[in-house]
Structure formats: structure tokens, C-alpha cells
């Protein structure tokens, strides 16, 4: 079963993007993103799906346009993150077969995301938001709505987030950082994926 957490590796560089795929994959985690503001970025998707498409997903973040939607499938991506709503950029890849997670705050924001056809719903920046804020949000959308925060988020947190209504996680700094080793990575990973499953 695929684990809700989003492995966002914003500053990741073609060279490690291979070694830290795989540590990610063996702890458990298989949605991997890479953010577009991060160097060579076609180059580590494009490398990461090859080896690993097979057994994860791999998808771009920080996608601002259509053009970029298009750059970064053809580079194998198979999801698309973004840190707003934008009713285009989420229906353009929904039509060319990706999935869509924007990034939202607002109830306004979190229903026309959904009009679009988001398949989730990222809450960004969590940590301004607060899981308060998400209970209230919870009251009026859809049952069925997927909500991840983003943002300042860890495993430390994610029971009293779980407990707001979120049903998983996008985790960058807590996870990953360039100068950390990819068993660095891995072990990050594994604690993630242990206070999941802790939750469970």
C-alpha cells in the first residue's frame, strides 16, 4: 500500500537524485517530488522515473504554468504540486494525465481547486494555518476531500494534524536537505514512515 507522504526534495541535483530516490523507496516512501526551483530539475526527474517509475511516482513541484506541466511529463513526472491555485495549470494536467495537489488556504481557494479537479489538496504554508484552521475547513468540504499539509510539518506532528482531518503529508526540510547524505535521507524517511504507521 502507498503511504500518503509526499517526499518533497526542493535543492535536489541530478548527481544524488539516483542515491536518494532509493533511499527513500527503501524506507517506504514512494511519492517523490522534486520542485522546479531546484538545479538541473528535468535532469533528476527524467533520471528518477527511468530507474524507478516502476515501483514510485514521480512528480514536479513548484509548477506555476501549463508550459511547465508540459516540460515536466515529458521529462516522466506523473504528478503535478503547486504552491497556489491556479484553475488552469490543475485542469491542464488533470487533461494530460497527471495528477494535480495545488496549494491552497482559503475554503474560496480549496473549492475552486476542486472545481478544477485536484485530486488533493495541499494546505500551504501549514504551519501558518494551524490544525484548528483545518477542523473548520473539514466542516464544509467534501468528505471525500484528500488534505495535506505542507509546510513546517513533521513527524513529530502529524497525529495532532491527522486528528484536524489531514490524510497525509508533504515533508521537505524535516526530510531532506541538499547537504545531507542519502542515508541521512533514509533515516529521516523511516521515522517518518514509523509515526505513520504509528498512527495507524
Request: charged share 20%; proline share 6%; aromatic share 8%.
Amino acid at each position: 500500500m502507498t503511504l500518503p507522504l509526499i517526499a518533497i526534495l526542493r535543492g535536489l541535483t541530478p548527481d544524488n537524485s539516483e542515491a536518494v530516490g532509493r533511499a527513500l523507496i527503501d524506507a517506504g516512501i514512494t511519492r517523490i517530488e522534486v520542485p522546479l526551483n531546484s538545479p538541473d530539475v528535468l535532469t533528476s526527474i527524467t533520471t528518477m522515473s527511468r530507474a524507478y517509475g516502476d515501483v514510485a511516482d514521480i512528480g514536479a513541484g513548484t509548477v506555476l504554468t501549463t508550459d511547465e506541466v508540459d516540460a515536466v511529463r515529458q521529462a516522466g513526472a506523473t504528478f503535478i504540486v503547486s504552491p497556489n491555485c491556479n484553475p488552469d495549470v490543475i485542469s491542464y494536467s488533470k487533461k494530460r494525465g497527471l495528477g494535480s495537489y495545488p496549494g491552497v488556504f482559503t475554503a474560496t481557494e480549496c473549492f475552486a481547486a476542486l472545481a478544477a479537479g485536484a485530486d488533493a489538496l495541499k494546505i500551504f504554508p501549514a504551519s501558518l494555518m494551524g490544525p484548528d484552521a483545518l477542523k473548520a475547513l473539514r466542516a464544509v468540504l467534501p468528505s471525500e476531500t484528500q488534505i495535506y499539509p505542507v509546510g513546517g510539518v513533521g513527524p513529530d506532528d502529524f497525529a495532532v494534524w491527522r486528528a484536524a482531518g489531514a490524510n497525509g503529508f508533504g515533508l521537505g526540510s524535516s526530510l531532506f536537505k541538499p547537504d545531507w547524505s542519502a542515508d541521512r535521507v533514509g533515516e529521516e524517511a523511516r521515522r517518518s514512515v514509523a509515526a505513520w504507521n504509528a498512527g495507524e
